[in-house]
């Protein structure tokens, strides 16, 4: 089992920055995944940032160049910096991770979610 725990949301004026954290309690397997996701009100969950275990990472479209995917595998905390906050990255903040067991079982884990609200 895994305990995902995010923090790091609230209320930025257009432009502003924010960091976000999630710290991961259990037992991580070395083939993992662990990315953010969002969702908007009326709106489906969509991803934001990935980092794989090997260090690489990926981003949805609209948030290249301004958010920053990193991990601290010691403490096992994913963060999410975000730059250059608009309206529209106004949602529900998961955290999420994925790991493959020694016999290949996927097992999937969401955050509760942290709110972030961006506005004038």
């Known amino acids: 089992q895994v305990q995902l725990v995010e923090s790091g949301g609230g209320l930025v004026q257009p432009g502003g920055s924010l960091r976000l954290s999630c710290a991961a309690s259990?037992?991580?397997?070395?083939?993992?995944?662990m990315g953010w996701f969002r969702q908007a009100p009326g709106k489906q969950r969509e991803l934001v940032a990935l980092?794989?275990?090997?260090?690489?990472?990926d981003y949805a479209n609209s948030v290249k160049g301004r958010f920053i995917i990193s991990r601290d595998s010691a403490k096992n905390t994913l963060t999410l910096q975000m730059n250059s906050l608009t309206p529209e990255d106004t949602a529900v903040y998961f955290c999420?991770?994925?790991?493959?067991?020694?016999?290949?079982?996927?097992?999937?884990?969401w955050g509760q979610g942290t709110q972030v609200t961006v506005s004038s």
């Open positions: 980092m794989f275990s090997g260090g690489n990472t």
């Open positions: 259990g037992t991580i397997y070395s083939r993992n995944l």
């Open positions: 999420n991770v994925k790991t493959w067991t020694v016999i290949n079982t996927l097992q999937d884990y």
